[in-house]
């Protein structure tokens, strides 16, 4: 074997910078290693003007054009910029250190901002940077990749739910068949459980910390002891869209994070179970699949319209959520003040919502192929008669007849009823005639309950 060491889409070794490399385009801006070198970046910049800003006598105001400078460096970083970085590293042995030696190359030709030089990462521990970082970095991966892609399923979902109101379709509970509903219904149980998914990952509120190497401000007060730095940094971490967290060991304690992975774990095993009802409706003909001009289903079979795009995103949703559950579970465990297990667990968020990203795309392509197969729906409840046994055994019960339950369970279970056999033991019941004639023109299509109103529901 003579296959190519170098990196590409077919010699990767994960399938998110090879085979679904595509899918994850949206994420690498944000959370690959130049992309936290760039958040890094930003970060060290807003520090320094934050300082600028702060009135020190040793390091006056930036004017217009220093600002613009540094807000050029954060507006055009590049893969040089990144490649140039890493360079530094090898030398530092230390990323953050290479960050900031990186700024302090890029400044030196500018007089103002060379003769500020020194407060580039001022009183700040790396902990400072990288976790301000994340945090900029998952909010943003949140906001503009992870939430529109879950909107998305969500609206295609409701558009099923809504067009397929009215579509009556046999229950199984315990894979038997029980109560009718309707398919529109079905996929409102699954877009209420979402949108309360959406809501809870968008609600967590990223917290971040710039207060020194064990969270007490120590270095700055050494300099400048009469800032007031805890108001400083939140100042900054305001001006970033950032919360606060005033009480800290070296690191921010990961809970938020924890909260955030926990809740988009729970949005996918919520459509981890779609995936999977979705997949038992194919393979009972509840839906056809639309077909793709090529698309082979199988190498021997050639009749195969296999479900993969849901088995696809069943099998990403596992993987995102063995990670993601890895992350909520070690990011807020640290030896005393600080130990760096949690530096190269969470250099794998990428690879968390990648995964979810791969599975969301699959899923929505799955949905985007389906097609409602009525006859087949239709004939499957048609032939159910015995699900009426529970309305009549409650009606009997409202009318206080003798051992309704048994009455319906020696005369259906396990064995179906006919609708003549039906029709002939409510006649003989002992009824007052109007729920005698509504239960005899009950069919298992019309015994619906509110289902239809329900998945009209927003």
């Known amino acids: 074997m003579s296959i190519s060491t170098n ?42 003007i934050g300082l600028s800003e702060a009135g020190l006598p040793e390091l006056p105001a930036f004017s217009a054009d220093a600002k613009s400078r540094l807000q050029a460096l954060i507006d055009h970083f590049s893969q040089d910029d990144a490649s140039r970085i890493k360079a530094i590293e090898r030398t530092t042995n230390h990323d953050v250190k290479a960050v900031e030696y990186w700024l302090k190359e890029k400044v ?39 939430l529109p892609a879950l909107r998305g399923l969500l609206t295609q979902l409701q ?48 917290l971040a910390k710039l207060n020194g190497a064990t969270g007490n401000y120590s270095a700055h007060l050494s300099a400048y002891p009469d800032i007031d730095w805890p108001a400083f940094s939140r100042g900054v971490l305001d001006r970033l869209g ?26 996918n095993t919520i459509l981890l179970d779609l995936n999977r009802d979705i997949w038992g409706y194919i393979s009972l003909g509840y839906f056809k699949q639309k077909l793709r001009e090529g698309e082979v289903g199988s190498s021997t079979m050639p009749h195969k319209v296999n479900p993969i795009d849901f088995e696809n995103s069943e099998g990403n949703l596992g993987l995102a959520n063995a990670v993601l559950r ?24 990428g690879v968390a919502l990648g995964y979810s990203m791969v599975a969301y795309d699959a899923c929505a392509k799955g949905l985007g192929k389906l097609e409602v197969n009525t006859a087949a729906i239709d004939a499957d409840l048609d032939s159910c008669w015995e699900v009426l ?20 369970k020696a005369l259906t279970r396990g064995k179906g ?42």
């Open 7 to 48: 990196l590409s889409a077919l010699t990767a070794l994960s399938p998110l910078d090879g085979r679904y490399a595509s899918r994850c385009e949206a994420l690498r801006p944000l959370l690959s290693e130049a992309g936290f070198m760039a958040h890094r970046v930003e970060v060290e910049i807003a520090w320094l």
């Open 108 to 146: 030196q030709d500018h007089p103002e901002l060379a003769r500020a030089a020194e407060f580039i990462h001022f009183a700040c521990t790396s902990e400072d940077i990288n976790n301000t970082s994340h945090a900029l970095m998952l909010g943003r991966a949140r906001e503009t990749v992870l």
């Open 159 to 206: 558009t099923i739910a809504i067009e397929q109101a009215a579509q009556p379709m046999l229950s199984r509970t315990h894979g038997q068949p029980a109560t009718p509903t309707t398919l529109g219904k079905e996929f409102a149980n699954v877009t209420h459980r979402l949108a309360r998914g959406i809501q809870a990952i968008a609600s967590v509120r990223p």
């Open 242 to 267: 950032l919360t606060q967290n005033s009480h800290t060991i070296q690191i921010e304690p990961h809970d938020w994070m924890a909260e955030l992975f926990d809740s988009i774990a729970r949005a």
């Open 326 to 349: 890895h992350l909520s579970e070690k990011l807020p465990i640290s030896r005393w003040q600080r130990d760096l297990t949690d530096s190269t667990v969470l250099r794998n968020i």
């Open 389 to 408: 046994a529970e309305p009549v055994q409650t009606v009997m019960r409202r009318y206080g007849l003798p051992e309704p339950y048994e009455q319906l």
């Open 417 to 458: 009823i006919t609708r003549e056999g039906l029709r002939e033991f409510i006649i003989a019941l002992d009824l007052p005639q109007a729920d005698k004639d509504r239960l005899l023109e009950m069919t298992p299509r019309s015994y619906l309950g509110l289902s239809i109103s329900l998945a009209k529901q927003p």
